[in-house]
T-cell receptor, first 113, second 111 residues
Framework: EAQVTQNPRYLITVTGKKLTVTCSQN?????MSWYRQDPGLGLRQIYYSMNVEVTDKGDVPEGYKVSRKEKRNFPLILESPSPNQTSLYFC????????????FGPGTRLTVT | QKEVEQNSGPLSVPEGAIASLNCTYSDRGSQSFFWYRQYSGKSPELIMSIYSNGDKEDGRFTAQLNKASQYVSLLIRDSQPSDSATYLCAVNKNTGNQFYFGTGTSLTVIP
């Protein structure tokens, strides 16, 4: 089954404790992206990647890191999480970038206390 | 000014009616436009994509694009209670490879 998977689905952590949210797709997509969704603010792009070893900042990259060492994986790293990073996070992928539809993962609900 | 703007709603329509959802965008060079549906607690799923001026129909859904006026709309005919969800408008950025999403319009279809 073609899909984007994310893990964990739910995470409660404390300020400053490094965490990684994994994202994997099995559709051989070139483009992968991370979003956060907050009430009243909608989906905002954090980072995106056009291909292996190619990553770029979105609109809200502060406090996040990403890497794209393999085509299928695009982990999101929070080196020192803060309460303002409490949010619902989505990973998404598409074949060729912004001219194609994106397929979204199931989401990761992160709470930072 | 936001890159993509939508009325947050809520929009309520009776079952069987036409629901009309609107979206405006600020980047005149944008080329790709998408409508996603998001049920509460779920991830967005694509309904329609549109790239050229005019109408594009898919079943009960019609997307309309007017690049001169910088708006894109979604019509849902014969609305069903299962259409009750938040509808997100997404637009690509003309330069670079970013997407911008609106904050979504909440639609309720009343049986």
């Amino acid at each position: 089954e073609a899909q984007v998977t994310q893990n964990p689905r739910y995470l409660i952590t404390v300020t400053g404790k490094k965490l990684t949210v994994t994202c994997s797709q099995n559709m051989n997509h070139e483009y992968m992206s991370w979003y956060r969704q907050d009430p009243g603010l909608g989906l905002r792009q954090i980072y995106y990647s056009m291909n292996v070893e190619v990553t770029d900042k979105g609109d809200v990259p502060e406090g996040y890191k990403v890497s794209r060492k393999e085509k299928r994986n695009f982990p999101l790293i929070l080196e020192s999480p803060s309460p303002n990073q409490t949010s619902l996070y989505f990973c998404a992928s598409s074949f060729f970038g912004t001219s194609d539809e994106q397929y979204f993962g199931p989401g990761t609900r992160l709470t930072v206390t | 000014q936001k890159e993509v703007e939508q009325n947050s709603g809520p929009l309520s329509v009776p079952e069987g009616a036409i629901a009309s959802l609107n979206c405006t965008y600020s980047d005149r060079g944008s080329q790709s436009f998408f409508w996603y549906r998001q049920y509460s607690g779920k991830s967005p799923e694509l309904i329609m994509s549109i790239y050229s001026n005019g109408d594009k129909e898919d079943g009960r859904f019609t997307a309309q694009l007017n690049k001169a006026s910088q708006y894109v709309s979604l019509l849902i005919r014969d609305s069903q209670p299962s259409d009750s969800a938040t509808y997100l408008c997404a637009v690509n950025k003309n330069t670079g490879n970013q997407f911008y999403f609106g904050t979504g319009t909440s639609l309720t279809v009343i049986p």
